[in-house]
């Protein structure tokens, strides 16, 4: 199956349960695509030791999870983006959520 997680917040516990969400996806065996939208392109910024979030974003991408960030997004907060968090445009958006079975939004 393939997996949409739109992530739009920069809620430490909620972004953490959404990159647990994706892994654990990709474990089942799933293809698993994240895009980062309004304040969740701050992923890398989340600092919180109770949530791993940069842990579990950058395991996502070793087991072969793909990350996408709203360029938009990331020029209003000055960023070009990163290895993590690589700027995208809404037509990957769209495609992500076009060619997948299943959407999940946190």
Do not use: H, W
């Not at 979030?53 to 960023?79: E, P």
């Not at 968090?85 to 939004?105: A, F, G």
Request: one cysteine or more.
């Amino acid at each position: 199956m393939k997996i949409a997680v739109i992530i739009t917040q920069n809620n430490p516990e909620q972004v953490f349960t959404a990159m647990r969400f994706a892994n654990f996806a990709l474990k089942e065996g799933d293809k698993v695509s994240v895009f980062l939208a309004a304040e969740g392109v701050e992923l890398e910024n989340i600092s919180d030791p109770s949530f791993d979030v940069l842990g579990q974003a950058k395991s996502f991408i070793q087991g072969g999870g793909n990350i996408q960030a709203c360029g938009s997004c990331l020029k209003l907060r000055d960023s070009d983006g990163s290895e993590v968090c690589p700027l995208s445009t809404m037509k990957e958006m769209y495609t992500i959520v076009k060619e997948s079975d299943r959407v999940v939004t946190f």
